[in-house]
């Protein structure tokens, strides 16, 4: 139990999801648990059970097979959403002899020592149930904080070798023979040969810093100069001015001089840092712990701007920080995190969650929702979920031809031209929003973005079931939408 952990982390980059590596995991887990299970009672039957020295001695090398099979030498492993069916049928085909040896070397062991008595065989189970609750818990607050994914498998592994070699004056000559030689040259390769994903980006790039906690294991990296970040292997973001007017764009529309900021997700802290430069108080909101640390790697003045204090990073699920803070904010920017489709992602985007958003804005807030872009059903149900939750709602396409910023409020939304909206802004923030850019004057640079509003007269689409709740997350189902069934 504690290596399913530790697979669901290091199969992420193949898989793509956290969610779905999880699931797929298990699914193989339990089958292959089963179909061990179910050979040894067909064994049993016959009254010829394969010997417990023979097991282990597959367990010596089952057991180290995910970690080649984690290789990005050899599987698709990269940054963005699309699984290789290859690469997912070797990553889980991994984990199957492991899983089915233990399907028939447990039942086994249990006949063995509780011969057909049911008390002493309940106190066989209830050690191996304690087992799949420690082991979870060793691996996700013990191990992965503090070391790779492959150091956690031949750590988790050694119990196996020491039982390995516990039977070892009991197994044939032929068996010591290959069974040594495989689980040898597996330890082996799995010690001084194997790469991790992180490796890959080690050529192309100057600098690659890895941070891990109980939640994630986060990378920083800058291939060809151009700094993402990625957790668990899936590419979150990238240093990109699209993150500037998520809140620049709220701030400078808001009627009034905004005062508070809720940023929902940090990412690499570019929209904390925009909030601080209107000189508001700032609360920004990240899931995963090492990902605010990572905030130095992306940010010269990142010292600088974490002793604000105006600003504030609270570790916490967003959604539930709304539902259990008594603040009010005159901005709200709320910038999920990739796929669009990923499990769980429907809670940033539901009318639920606009509802708790509602409760938590000041008179003239607004709330900037990030649109990523996805297929037009998924993009229309967001849209609509937006207006059926804002009596006032405005959509402005961003730069570098991707995504969509949109506006809520449950009031109107000021409209200003470009020009205005640069002459509200602190020159602290005229000059963070021009940061990145070859642009010298701040109202230029917004009119590429205001200028070219989406009209939003209508809803953009007349069946009112298209739009996100809690009950119908009609973005998610990723695995069904990449095999072309949803």
Known sequence: ????????????????????SFA??????????????????????KGATASTPFLIALLAIAVLLPIPASDPRFVSMDMFYSPRLGSVLIVLASIFPLCAILGYLTPGLIDKFSLGNPARAGRAYAINVLGCILGPLAASYVLLPFIDERSALVILSLPVFAFYFFFWPSLP??????SGAAGGLLLLYSLFFFHNFASSFLASS???EERRDYAASVMSVDPGGAKKLLVNGIGMTTLTPITKFMIHLPMALHEGTPRSVLVVCFGMGTSFRSALSWDADTTAVELIPSVPKAFGYYHADAAEVLNNPKGRIVIDDGRRFLNRTHEKYDVIAIDPPPPLAAAGSSLLYSTEFYDAIKQHLNPNGIVQVWLPGGDKMTDLAVVRSVYVSFPHVRCFPSLENWGVHILGSMDPIAERSPEQLAARMPGRAKK?????????????????????????????????????TDDDPLNEYFLLRWMGLF
Not at 438 to 454: F, I, P
């Open 206 to 208: 100057s600098r690659v």
């Open 24 to 45: 797929l995991v298990v699914f193989v887990y339990l089958g292959a648990t089963l179909a061990g299970s179910l050979r040894y009672r067909r064994h049993l039957k």
């Open 1 to 20: 139990m504690a290596m399913e952990v530790v697979w669901t982390r290091i199969f992420t980059p193949v898989l793509k999801t956290e969610v779905y």
């Open 432 to 468: 963070d929003l021009l940061e990145w850019t070859s642009d010298t004057d701040a109202a230029s640079y917004l009119g590429k973005v205001v200028l070219h509003e989406l009209p939003a007269e209508t809803p953009p689409d007349p069946n009112s079931d298209v739009r996100i």
């Open 173 to 178: 000559s032929i068996q010591r023979v290959w």
